[in-house]
């Protein structure tokens, strides 16, 4: 989401653009395995991968064939210093593949670069590819696959009428040792073949402004169900309504733990948003005596046409969902810029609690 739009991430994220050429949007394409299926695994160990030491990233990808998959990254903020790196695998008819092995691997890009020369088409853009592959590489950094699935009573029919809503999030932490730009590549292991492709620049600290942990958090207002009186659809877009909008951010920052979710489950491009507002619904019926849950709309009167919410704008989103986690003092804990389960966030609220 680059304002007044929210980026469509997972769907339409520079490289799955030309994979996707139909377009963001729903679809009659089912998951390679269906959301109730999908299940959670480790990253695989990084032996399973190339070693890079000594070796370009061109030389790392040397001997694997150019994949017929496509990585999206579902992320867009990067700081200096170990960042969570969530990303989907798709087939080309946009169908989810939820159970291949993935490792990423990146370059810095050379100083003296144009901002966007990689993407820009053209000599240019080869030139400049080449230069990146050139530089010594960093990795393997192998993904585990995170389940976005939840227990039934917590599935919304905003997710399971969506037959693109995700059912995994492949994720893995990735160091960046500097600002500036970093290209990623990706070796696939899936089906007895070894692929690999290549992901969009991650530019290190070009996103400055978005709050991160150890910070305050924002001062906002936030719509509440007496403010809706009655009419739900106002404050948010999951059917049916969820119910992480009992109190007034405002009221409660201070006072106790926040969990604070900016997601719109039914106009979310990136197809990740239902399920992690479901996620955040069942985390709500253990954890909500100890936390305030607030969901958080993206979009003024949840019309897409119209600008973001200045509660967006407040935390200088570019991207959705995002989730932060306030302690009672007022500061970040922890913050999650894409897709996330059941497990990811049972581990922010349990050290957001002290448990």
């Known amino acids: 989401m680059r304002s007044p739009a929210v980026r469509a991430v997972f769907c339409c994220a520079l490289v799955a ?3 996707f050429a139909a ?9 390679e395995t269906s959301s109730s299926e999908a ?6 160990p990084t032996s399973d991968f190339p070693s890079t030491r000594g070796k370009t990233l061109a030389e790392v990808l040397e001997g694997a064939s150019p994949s017929k998959l496509v990585v999206s990254p579902a992320a867009e903020v990067f700081n200096k210093g170990e960042n969570r790196y969530p990303f989907g695998v798709f087939q080309r008819d946009r169908t989810q593949v939820s159970d291949a092995k ?8 050379p100083a003296g670069a144009k901002s966007g020369e990689l993407s820009a088409g053209g000599k240019a853009a080869a030139d400049a590819e080449k230069r990146a592959l050139d530089q010594p590489a960093v ?7 995170e389940s976005l699935r939840t227990e039934p009573a917590y599935r919304a029919k905003t997710t399971t009428s969506d037959p693109d809503a995700a059912s995994v999030v492949y994720t893995t932490h990735i160091d960046f040792p500097s600002d500036g730009e970093w290209r990623i590549a990706a ?6 073949e070894l692929s690999t492709t290549l992901l969009p620049s991650a530019v290190v600290g070009a996103f400055k402004r978005v709050p991160r942990a150890g910070q305050k958090a924002p001062l906002i207002h936030t719509p509440t169900t007496a403010d809706a009186k009655g009419d739900l659809a106002k404050i948010t877009t999951r059917i049916p309504p969820d119910t992480q909008n009992e109190v007034d951010y405002a009221e409660v920052l201070g006072k106790k733990p926040i969990v604070l979710l900016f997601a719109t489950p039914q106009f979310c ?20 005596k100890k936390v305030a849950f607030i969901h958080m709309e993206i979009y003024n009167d949840n019309d897409p046409s119209k600008d973001v919410r200045p509660q967006v704008k407040a935390f200088h989103l570019p991207t959705e969902p995002w989730l932060f986690a306030i302690g009672a003092d007022s500061r970040i804990e922890d913050e999650i810029d894409g897709a996330f389960g059941v497990q990811e966030l049972t581990r922010v609220i349990k050290k957001l609690v002290g448990e």
């Open 17 to 19: 653009a030309a994979a």
């Open 23 to 31: 377009g963001c949007g729903g679809s009659s394409s089912k998951d």
């Open 39 to 44: 299940k959670s695994q480790p990253a695989p």
């Open 102 to 109: 993935v490792a990423l691997y990146f370059a810095k890009v």
């Open 139 to 145: 990795g393997p950094f192998p993904a585990a696959i």
């Open 187 to 192: 070796l696939i292991d899936h089906e007895g």
């Open 269 to 288: 491009q990136s197809r990740v948003c239902g399920p992690v507002v479901d996620v955040a619904e069942q985390l709500k019926h253990t954890y909500g």
